[in-house]
C-alpha cells in the first residue's frame, strides 16, 4: 500500500466536524437570550409603530411621496436595495440610543429620538421596500434571505412571549380607545354647559 496522499489532498480542507458538547450547551443556552432579545426588540418596534402609524399615513399621502415612488419604481434592483438598506442602517441604531436615553433618566429625549425614527422609517423606508419589493427579490442572495427572515418572523410571532405582548397590545389599544371615546364625552358635555 502507499501511504503518500493523492496530489492535492493536502490543500483540500477536512471534513467539518460536529460541534462539541460544550459548543452545543453554549448555542441551547444563548438561543433563548436570542430570541428573547429579538421578542424585545420586535415590541418595541410594535409599539412605536402603533404610535407612529396614523402620522406616517398621513406623511405618505403627500404628493412628494407619489412622485417618489415613481423614481423608486424606474431603479434597477442593486440601486434599489442601496436606497433601502443606507437609510436603515442610519435608522436602526436610534432604537438603542433612545433605550439608553431612557435609562439614564432622560424619558422626552428617548421617546423623541425612537418616535422620530420610527416615523421616517415608517414613511420613507417601509414604503421604499414595498416598491422596490419586487426588484429585489430578482437579486438571488436577497431573495434566499428574505425567504428565510420572513419563515423566521412568522415562527417567532407564535411564539408564547409574542402572543402573549400581542394580546396586551390589544389590550392596551382597546383600553385607550375607551379613555379617549370618554374624555371626547366629557369635553362635549362640558362644551354644552
Not at 438561543?31 to 406616517?56: G, K, S
Request: aromatic share 10%; charged share 20%; no cysteine.
Amino acid at each position: 500500500m502507499n501511504s503518500t496522499p493523492p496530489p492535492g489532498a493536502q490543500n483540500r480542507p477536512a471534513s467539518p466536524e460536529p460541534p462539541s458538547p460544550p459548543r452545543r450547551l453554549l448555542s441551547r443556552l444563548l438561543r433563548p437570550v436570542a430570541t428573547l432579545f429579538a421578542v424585545a426588540y420586535f415590541l418595541l418596534d410594535a409599539l412605536a409603530y402603533w404610535v407612529v402609524r396614523p402620522v406616517a399615513s398621513r406623511i405618505a399621502r403627500l404628493p412628494l411621496f407619489a412622485r417618489f415612488g415613481q423614481w423608486v419604481a424606474g431603479l434597477g434592483p442593486y440601486p434599489s436595495l442601496v436606497l433601502v438598506l443606507v437609510p436603515l442602517a442610519l435608522l436602526e441604531p436610534a432604537k438603542p440610543v433612545g433605550a439608553w436615553l431612557f435609562a439614564t433618566g432622560r424619558p422626552m429625549a428617548g421617546a423623541a429620538v425612537i418616535i422620530g425614527a420610527e416615523l421616517v422609517k415608517i414613511t420613507l423606508v417601509e414604503r421604499l421596500f414595498h416598491i422596490a419589493k419586487p426588484k429585489l427579490l430578482t437579486i438571488g442572495w436577497f431573495a434566499w434571505v428574505y425567504v428565510r427572515v420572513t419563515a423566521w418572523l412568522a415562527w417567532l410571532k407564535e411564539t408564547a412571549p409574542v402572543r402573549a405582548a400581542r394580546r396586551l397590545l390589544i389590550a392596551v389599544r382597546q383600553f385607550a380607545r375607551r379613555v379617549g371615546r370618554r374624555l371626547s364625552l366629557m369635553v362635549r358635555r362640558a362644551g354644552r354647559r
